[in-house]
């Protein structure tokens, strides 16, 4: 059974910097594509980062762009993303996912638990 447990959410003042940790275990994540979602208070939950396991391949909410980077440790079975420039709008609980797809092309998704991070001005 995939798990996905986050780490490094917390508080920090407008323009810092925070780095989220998503340890990965439960099976080989070579076919599947890692991401970083968040939700704020009374809003839809957003897909903020993504990186594919193998290749590394990356991609970014516009909201983020040039500010969060995802990246992933083969070794460690580990996720990051890497927040600079830290704006109270990016004030959320972040989750980190796991996606793949069944032979019969069924997405399957896999959750952590998620990790608060609050920007205070």
């Known amino acids: 059974q995939v798990q996905l447990v986050e780490s490094g959410g917390g508080l920090v003042q407008t323009g810092g910097s925070l780095r989220l940790s998503c340890a990965a275990s439960g099976r080989s994540f070579g076919g599947y594509t890692m991401g970083w979602f968040r939700q704020a208070p009374g809003k839809a939950r957003e897909c903020v980062a993504t990186?594919?396991?193998?290749?590394?391949?990356?991609s970014y909410a516009d909201s983020v762009k040039g500010r969060f980077t995802i990246s992933r440790d083969n070794a460690k079975n580990t996720v990051y993303l890497q927040m600079n420039s830290l704006k109270s709008e990016d004030t959320a609980v972040y989750y980190c996912?796991?996606?793949?797809?069944?032979?019969?092309?069924?997405?399957?998704?896999?959750w952590g638990k998620g990790t608060l991070v609050t920007v205070s001005s």
């Open positions: 990186v594919r396991w193998s290749g590394g391949i990356t």
């Open positions: 996912n796991a996606r793949t797809s069944s032979s019969d092309n069924t997405v399957m998704d896999y």
